[in-house]
């Protein structure tokens, strides 16, 4: 499958957040449950989605990781306004050589919302 955006993986009327990661505090186990790192998050926007995309930047061999999950919950960070989400059913879709760019909607923030209307 070749993946090119965050968008093109959900179904329509569905949204999701979106990661871009190093692997920093990205677990999941076995049975595809996990969370990810602690992050600026607005709660009020993250409890609104179904889905949780991963890319997961891999440097050593210049490739992109890309998962995607059901979101679960959230739970406070170690710091001020940060949350980790929690997630389930996560599976890994693919990799991409696609810029976090294109991939991500376009910004360079490392987390960001997207959706198909």
């Known amino acids: 499958m070749l993946i090119t955006t965050a968008r093109e993986l959900l179904t329509p009327h569905q949204s999701a957040i979106v990661f871009f990661t190093h692997g920093q505090g990205?677990?999941?186990d076995d049975s595809g449950e996990?969370?990810?790192?602690?992050?600026?998050?607005?709660?009020?926007?993250?409890?609104?989605?179904?889905k949780v995309i991963v890319y997961l930047r891999d440097e050593t061999e210049k490739v992109n990781h890309i998962y995607m999950g059901d979101f679960h919950s959230l739970r406070k960070g170690d710091r001020s306004r940060r949350w980790?989400?929690?997630?389930n059913n996560i599976t890994e879709l693919g990799t991409t050589y696609i810029h976090w760019l294109q991939f991500g909607n376009g910004s360079t923030a490392p987390v960001n919302y997207v959706e198909n209307a």
């Open 26 to 28: 990205f677990h999941l």
């Open 34 to 50: 996990g969370e990810t790192g602690s992050w600026l998050l607005s709660p009020d926007l993250v409890n609104k989605v179904d």
């Open 84 to 87: 980790i989400v929690r997630f």
